[in-house]
């Protein structure tokens, strides 16, 4: 495994570079600035989740039939790309065509790279790993978005030009990551279906962390803007804003202490509650400071949910066709999403507030799904438990 651990280095220091989105704090606010309206920018994201959805498992099974590497070299390609449509997009069509190709990219890149970076550190690292890994990414938005405060002074078209090459720069560096070895002969797409339907719970856990996922998402990249416009934040304070939440976001490097103190049940029970409690009050909220501070919050403790969940996933695989099963599980994830983005999109068209209750109805029902599933697991680690003890008497 010794051999591979620079695939987590370069992985990181991709992740930061990939992180390094300057238009990051206004990202709703440009895409309105070149004539898009807010239905019209959360249609695009259906399109964009639908699109994941059909690409999801053939990316997968690619991946796991032709190695890891490649993909993510076609993949980080693609991302490079969109990033130079963003920039000349003037109109829907535009930007649909840089969403399409933002999912093609994506979907390749998803379950891919935490498959490599599994597959590369080991069982017992791969809970820091990923909390490394998801920092790094914080910590490159952090600085885009300190950053972008300065370039928003002079120009909306500064911080999107100034993307575009970090991403040429991350495409550069997944030349050197090495692939990992794993058995190829037996991997197929009907087999994959077999082993995830063999795990029917697990897709209370994907649920659960779809639906938060989306929400979190919906709220800290298109629904921020809007409300800090709304109570009266200038524009050229976005910047500044995102970087405090990626300050916030920077503790995911220590997730996994947490649920090594904690326990998984308790750290997903409490984080989950934080974002749908945070998510209504935001509905109402017409103070500036709670405002920021909610959003910090929903900010923080998803950073923190993501890489306990990415090893979650991980560890319920057994087989080799990891990129695959990620990609199945990654599929499902954007079903959901792709209904939450139209009921949010459609509640924001209503009232801002409106759509800020959709979001806390929906997060509730994930606090619902993933108290079913840790009262499951914990369930049968206990009848395990008991049974292992009853042969040791019996003997």
């Not at 963003?86 to 069509?93: G, H, I, N, R």
Request: net charge positive; aromatic share 16%; proline share 2%.
């Amino acid at each position: 495994m010794n051999n591979y651990r620079k695939n987590l280095y370069i992985m990181c220091i991709v992740a930061f570079l990939q992180g390094l989105v300057f238009y990051g704090p206004i990202a709703t606010i440009f895409r309105q600035y070149r004539g898009l309206s807010l239905y019209q920018i959360f249609l695009l994201e259906s399109i964009f989740t639908l699109s994941m959805i059909l690409l999801e498992i053939p990316w997968g099974y690619f991946s796991d039939k032709f190695g890891y590497k490649r993909t993510l070299i076609l993949s980080y390609l693609l991302f490079f790309i969109s990033k130079i449509i963003f920039y000349k997009s003037y109109d829907f069509y535009g930007f649909l065509l840089e969403t399409i190709v933002v999912s093609m990219s994506i979907s390749g890149i998803s379950g891919c790279d935490s498959a490599l970076i599994y597959l590369s550190v080991g069982e017992k690292e791969s809970e820091r790993a990923f909390s490394l890994y998801s920092a790094a990414g914080a910590s490159g938005l952090f600085i885009a978005s300190f950053l972008s405060t300065f370039m928003l002074k002079k120009s909306l078209d500064i911080p999107v030009l100034c993307t575009i090459f970090p991403y040429g720069t991350a495409f550069v560096l997944i030349f050197f990551i090495k692939d990992v070895e794993y058995d190829k002969k037996n991997i197929s797409i009907k087999n994959s279906f077999k082993n995830v339907v063999q795990n029917k719970k697990k897709f209370i856990f994907i649920i659960a962390i779809a639906l938060t996922s989306e929400i979190t998402h919906s709220i800290c990249v298109f629904l921020n803007g809007p409300k800090y416009l709304n109570i009266g934040i200038d524009v050229r304070y976005f910047g500044l804003l995102t970087a405090f939440m990626q300050i916030i976001c920077l503790a995911s490097a220590k997730s996994y202490k947490l649920s090594k103190n904690f326990g998984h049940r308790i750290v997903f029970n409490s984080l989950i509650s934080i974002i749908t409690i945070a998510s209504f009050l935001l509905a109402y909220s017409k103070s500036a400071i709670i405002t920021i501070i909610l959003i910090a919050f929903i900010e923080g403790a998803f950073a923190l949910v993501q890489p306990l969940s990415l090893d979650i996933q991980n560890k319920s695989i057994k087989t080799a066709d990891r990129a695959t099963m990620l990609s199945i599980y990654a599929m499902i994830s954007d079903v959901i999403a792709s209904a939450v983005n139209i009921a949010i999109g459609k509640s924001a068209d209503i009232s801002l507030g409106f759509s800020f209750v959709i979001c806390g109805i929906l997060s509730l029902v994930a606090l619902i799904f993933i108290i079913i599933y840790f009262n499951y697991v914990e369930e049968k680690s206990s009848l395990k438990f008991k049974f292992m003890e009853k042969l040791l008497i019996n003997k």
